[in-house]
Structure formats: structure tokens, C-alpha cells
């Protein structure tokens, strides 16, 4: 363990992903910079599986310094804030549980930081070789510019506000000293928070080259479930600031609906199915194919035609559901999927 005054406080909030997290460690111990610069800080939300004696093992050998912090179950941002309340750097860099840092995360941050280039910043994730064909199927759902990549930090192109996310993002400590920390939302509450760096008047940076490897859900139910909250997310962050709600985020909902809308017409008027299915499936297989040629793994292509459509749906769905309610009958928030969300 370095005697050294840590410059970077690594802050990653778990709960129950200790079979995950031993690879973010080795990626951590993996980095190409001084690593006695370094704290990395694993806030626990009350795991019940062997994260404790896992970590606990790690803080006796390893050459990083770890501070290992533990709370009741109360959300991943309530455990992120808890740990920004022992971090000692003057860097915060928030890295999610079920994430991996390329050798390279580090010393490209750092790089930009040493030539104050940013107050805050966030960057891309990706898939490894060793993901599952259906992890890397979802990345390419999530990452390519044609589906949503645009929108979420995947392009310097974007087709909407840069708003930095947790599984790769950072601030420095003086902003969150002017802003505080995270809110009370359970899903969204990193575009809230950066919603808040970003009202400051902070100079946030997208990352481009400094890359985290994202291994996201491990089937389509899971998937479907996160992509439907997210939905849900966005439109609760609208009624908070109007500023996070976009056009471009309607655009799952009215492809839903127009893909709905057009079978029941199809059904009503007794046309042909299969030329309704032709016209649907011909764009989904272009770009399926498209997203095997780019991942250089045609194994993917059954997949995405699987999980393209998913995230659509799940996406719009949740998205359609939560406005009407939200913003037409002005009720109370909607949650979306609760209850045995990572089965």
C-alpha cells in the first residue's frame, strides 16, 4: 500500500456482484500509471454474498490503497455519495461494479486533468472478447450511433446533451463540493446529478478515449426490465427539468407505436402479413447484419434481431406509459420494474 497522498479517488458502489467486481479490481491493478496515486474506494449497499471477506482480502495485499465502507441497502447513489464522503482525492472517478477499466482509462483522464481540460467529464463503454455473445449483442444495441450510441456518449456527433454516466464519469472534488452529491432516484439519478454539473456552468468533457467495458445484463428479460425503467427514467428527470426531456427521446415510443399501429391496420384491412413483416424486418436485418460485420462476430447477428427490438420496445414502452401518466394525468412518479429486476 502506497504512503503517498492519493490525487484520484476511484468511487464504485456494489451490491451483491462480488463475482463481477474481482474483475473491475484487476483491471484497477492494471492500470498504466502510478498506482500510488490512486484510492479506490468499494462503497457496499449491504451485500449478503462474500464481498466483504472478498474485498477485506484485498485491502491486506494489494499495492492500491482501498477503503472498503459498508451501509444498509439504500441505492447505488446513496452508496456513491457515501463514498464521496471519505474519498481524499481531489478527482472523483465513478466506475460501476459490473465494469472493466481498459490499462489505458486512467492515465487518459489524468492526462486531460493535468492540463485542465475539464471540470467534469464522461466516456464510452464497450464489450471485451471474453463477454458473452448476447453481452456483446447489447452493447451494440447500446452503443451503436443508429440506436441509441448517439445519445448516450458513444460519437463526438451526438444527437442530444452530453450528460456524463456513472459506469464512466468524473468531477472534480471542488464541483461536488458547489453541487453536492447524488439524488434519491433509483434509475436516472447520474443524468439528474450531471443535470446539476452541467446547470453550474462546469466544463464538461467527453472522454472519447478513455474506455470502460461494460458486461451489462446476462439475458433478454433482464434487459427488457432496464431498458423499460430507463424509459420510465427519462421521463421522471422531464417533470424534475424539462432540460433532460428531448425530442429525440420520443423516438422508441412513436416507433412502437407506429409499428402497432400499422399490424392492426394490416389485420383490420386484411393485407399481408408477410409484406407487413418484409417492411419491418428489412431495416432490423440490415442493421443486425450491419452490427456482426462491426463487432467482427457474425454469431451476434440472431441476436440483435432479438435485442434491437427489445430495447426499442422496452424503451418505448416504459417511456409512453410513465408520460401519460406523468405529464397527462399528472400523477405521482411511475417506478417500472421493482421486484426481481436482476432475474
Known sequence: MSDKSPIISII???????????????????????????????SDDGST??????VEKWVEISEISI??????NQGPGAAR??????????????IDSDCEAHPDWIKTIYDEYQQNKFDAFGGPDGAKDDFSVL?????FSMTSFFTTGGMRGHSEDMLAKFFPRTHNMGIKRSIYNQI???????HGQDIEFSNRIRKSGARIKFLINAIVFHRRRTSINQFFKQVFNWGVARVNLGKIDIAMLEI????PSIATGIALLSFVVCKVLKFSLSKYLLVMMT??????LYGSITKKDIRIFPYLIIVIPAQIIGYGTGFFQAYIRRFIFNQEELVGFKKNYYK
Open 12 to 42: 464504485t458502489p456494489t451490491y451483491n456482484r462480488a463475482d463481477e467486481l474481482k474483475h473491475l479490481y484487476r483491471s484497477i491493478r492494471e492500470q498504466s500509471i502510478d498506482l500510488g496515486i490512486l484510492e479506490f474506494i468499494i
Open 49 to 54: 454474498d462474500s464481498t466483504k471477506s472478498m
Open 67 to 72: 477503503k472498503f465502507i459498508t451501509q444498509k
Open 81 to 94: 455519495n457515501h463514498g464521496m464522503t471519505v474519498a481524499e482525492g481531489d478527482l472523483f472517478l465513478f
Open 135 to 139: 453481452q456483446k449483442s447489447i452493447d
Open 180 to 186: 453536492g452529491g447524488f439524488g434519491g432516484l433509483r
Open 248 to 251: 429525440v427521446h420520443f423516438i
Open 283 to 288: 431495416p432490423l436485418t440490415i442493421l443486425s
